[in-house]
């Protein structure tokens, strides 16, 4: 199955993620530039995550990009802004020829508890309602999709220097709406993060 979910999110941006069932010489044919990357699974989950890019929009520029000194993926037109993720045999891109734009994939996994604290602060301890580090095992899924909303903003502002717990104020979970509301320090904005539970994996995007 090759598209495994697709949303127009509004005029200009598109979200995809790919289910990773091919070999790499589909993705190769179809990528027409790519970086080396040794591992065979990483390489894999990088070319679906470029294949994705013009997927969504057919006339994305591949030759075009380049790679910040951070690691962000970029066009130095922005034609369009785009943010990728991959995870297990998933990836995920957020493309937009208007909005700034970042996506992340996780697959919850129970250790994700034990590290809360490097990424929430008090008051998201507090707001969240999840326990402390020792009592924390049944937390582990909204552990992960509190980890997974920081690194959408994380790679949506794209420029690192950011302290997870200083700079990425997250608040006020709407679980019908399956939203976040976030304060980002750095360049006073406020954001939405959105966010869907699917069996095998949390996504989280954010576009402003
Ligand atoms: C860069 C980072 C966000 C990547 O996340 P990850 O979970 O390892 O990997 P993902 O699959 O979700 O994302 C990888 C993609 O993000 C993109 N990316 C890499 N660096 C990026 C950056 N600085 N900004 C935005 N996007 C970036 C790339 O497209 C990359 O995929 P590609 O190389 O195949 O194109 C992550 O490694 C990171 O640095 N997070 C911040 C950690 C941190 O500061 N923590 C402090 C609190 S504990």
Known sequence: M???FQQQINEYTRLGVWKIEENEAFFKG????????THPHKRLQHLAGRFLLQYLFPDFPYHLIEIADTRKPFLPNEQYHFSISHCGDFAAAIVSNK?????????????????TN???NEKEFSEFKLLPKE????????????????ESVFKWYGNGGVDFKEHILLSNQKEQEETIDCFFVKNESSLKIYYHF???FVLTWVYS
């Open 30 to 37: 179809n990528v027409p530039l790519h970086r080396d990357v």
């Open 2 to 4: 090759p598209i495994f």
């Open 99 to 115: 909005n700034r734009v970042g996506v992340d994939v996780e697959i919850a996994k129970e250790k994700i508890s034990t590290i």
């Open 135 to 150: 009592y924390a095992e049944t937390d582990f899924l909204k552990a992960t999709l509190l980890w997974s909303a920081k």
């Open 118 to 120: 490097k990424y929430l």
């Open 198 to 200: 699917f069996e095998e």
